[in-house]
């Protein structure tokens, strides 16, 4: 992941309240730590949208929903998407079903919420 400071605004500080730094600088020991698939995610998808990704990570671990969600081996990081994202209701129902080692959530493309209709 970057190794940029909370408070490097190319990361996502302009809109992580001062209050919140505490809690994404543990929300990303965590990962770094402990969710190494979770880790290897994010890193992809930094990959295809570029410093986005981390930025997300941040906006969700400071509480924003609807940013980034994950969780692997017992930890659970950044906010649920809610009720209203279509893809929680399959994700509740894949769970239940088969279970899985992580799972790591981030917001829909354009391209992609034209493709499934959330556009």
């Known amino acids: 992941m970057d190794t940029l400071p909370v408070s490097n605004p190319q990361q996502g500080a302009a809109v ?15 990962i770094k730590t402990a969710m190494p698939n979770v880790y290897a995610t994010i890193q992809d998808k ?18 924003q929903p609807g940013c980034f969600y ?16 279509p893809r929680m209701a399959q994700l509740a129902q894949f769970l239940v079903r088969f279970g899985c080692a992580h799972v790591c959530i981030f917001p829909m493309t ?10």
């Open 70 to 85: 994950a969780f692997e081996a017992g930890h659970v990081v950044g906010t649920p998407f809610g009720q209203t994202d």
């Open 16 to 30: 992580i309240p001062d209050e919140r730094r505490g809690a994404v600088n543990a929300g990303l020991h965590t």
């Open 110 to 119: 354009d391209d992609e919420a034209r493709q499934y209709g959330a556009a």
């Open 46 to 63: 930094a990959q295809v949208i570029g410093n986005e990704a981390f930025t997300l990570v941040r906006r969700g671990l400071a509480g």
